[in-house]
């Protein structure tokens, strides 16, 4: 038995792999790759050029790949490119990229996209990542691994939310979060390290006190950003300290304190 459902509409030059699922009246338009393994469900449109991996599954009313909401858009032909096992639930949007960037939105694996969450053009999402109902990335914003937005979020154009960092419910983030730190509110401040959600995923006693104390230099003491910086460099930098201070240090939207 056929796995394409004889109502869906498969562009003769989209190219899926033998196994792929495509479910009643959706649409897979022309130079659409989709790899071995993925479950394309009723009612959903994945635009090209698109290039999707394995073991993707995308549910109903979803709008993958399609042009971005961008007004100097002019139909350059731009990308989106997917990696491997991410889930994109009900009526969720990620458009592609613009030729006034890189002309790529590139989305890495295992994340979750829930329902009606956006993707919008040029941006990067790592791997492991959550957008919970909702969460809306504005163009070119970068969301490191395993980063989470809770419902009803929205991140600014070009804003940086870093590896392991946690937003609550609603926030609006303005500027850059640094890796491992929680925010929350309108507009968003920060709360802390993620500790519950590090310590989930393996990190050491030592890596986790570590982080607490950089933290309490950068944001309760009172120092200025490179007096804080400079207060924590003087001591012994473990690697995951390195990645708080990179994601501090690289900001060019400035970071929420």
């Not at 957008?131 to 504005?138: E, F, I, V």
């Not at 983030?173 to 590090?198: F, R």
């Not at 995923?201 to 030592?206: A, H, I, M, V």
């Not at 924590?232 to 990645?243: G, L, M």
């Amino acid at each position: 038995m056929s796995l394409i459902h004889p109502t869906a509409l498969i562009d003769s030059s989209a190219q899926l792999a033998d196994d792929v699922e495509v479910g009643p009246y959706s649409i897979i338009g022309p130079q659409v790759t989709i790899g071995e393994g993925s479950v394309i469900g009723p009612h959903v449109v994945i635009k090209g050029p698109s290039s999707l991996g394995k073991r993707n599954r995308i549910f109903q009313f979803a709008s993958v790949g399609e042009d971005c909401q961008d007004k100097k858009y002019n139909g350059e032909p731009t990308r989106l490119e997917m990696g491997d096992d991410n889930v994109i639930r009900e009526s969720v949007t990620i458009h592609r990229g613009t030729a006034q960037d890189l002309g790529l939105t590139k989305i890495g694996s295992g994340n979750l996209f829930m329902a009606y969450s956006h993707v919008a053009h040029d941006c990067v999402v790592g791997d492991n990542c959550i957008m919970a109902n909702q969460a809306t990335l504005a163009g070119h914003v970068t969301l490191g691994d395993f980063a989470i937005l809770g419902g009803l979020s929205a991140v600014h154009q070009f804003s940086r939310v870093g590896a392991h960092a946690m937003c609550g419910g609603g926030s609006i983030i303005l500027k850059d979060i640094p890796a491992y730190v929680m925010v929350s509110g309108h507009p968003a401040e920060t709360h802390g390290i993620n500790y519950e959600g590090l310590k989930r995923r393996g990190f050491s006693k030592e890596a986790l006190q570590a982080l607490r104390h950089a933290y309490k230099v950068i944001f309760r003491q009172g120092l200025n950003l490179q007096d804080a910086i400079n207060q924590i460099e003087a001591e012994p930098v473990t690697p995951v300290i390195q990645i708080f201070l990179n994601s501090i240090k690289n900001s060019a939207r400035g970071i929420t304190r």
